[in-house]
């Protein structure tokens, strides 16, 4: 059973930069793919980016390429996104989540195929 825990959200202005960390503890790290999700209020939740175990292949949602990198370090057991560039239309409350299915090579950007979910960090951008 894999734990994740995300941290780094708050509120920032407009053009400005944040950096989400997830911390995973409770299973094998580098068997995981991770991804990003988000979800805005009264949204669904959506697809932001996903790495595989190795980080040698990653995916970005249009709205995000460019201006969100996602990277992790196995060695912490931590997958990072760092967003810049921040728009007022990336408010949303920000998930990490693994997805083992593939053995780490899986790219989903489908929701219900990750397995372990964070709890989730708000992020809040003003204009």
């Known amino acids: 059973q894999v734990q994740l825990v995300e941290s780094g959200g708050g509120l920032v202005q407009a053009g400005g930069s944040l950096r989400l960390s997830c911390a995973a503890s409770?299973?094998?790290?580098?068997?995981?793919?991770m991804g990003w999700f988000r979800q805005g209020s009264g949204k669904d939740r959506e697809f932001v980016a996903v790495?595989?175990?190795?980080?040698?292949?990653?995916h970005y949602a249009d709205s995000v390429k460019g201006r969100f990198t996602i990277s992790r370090d196995n060695a912490k057991d931590t997958v990072y996104l760092q967003m810049n560039s921040l728009k007022p239309e990336d408010t949303a409350v920000y998930y990490c989540?693994?997805?083992?299915?593939?053995?780490?090579?899986?790219?989903?950007?489908?929701?219900?195929?990750?397995?372990?979910w964070g709890q989730g960090t708000q992020v809040t951008v003003s204009s």
């Open positions: 790495i595989t175990w190795n980080g040698g292949t990653i």
């Open positions: 989540a693994a997805d083992s299915s593939g053995y780490g090579y899986s790219i989903t950007r489908v929701a219900r195929e990750y397995e372990y």
């Open positions: 409770g299973g094998t790290f580098g068997r995981y793919a």
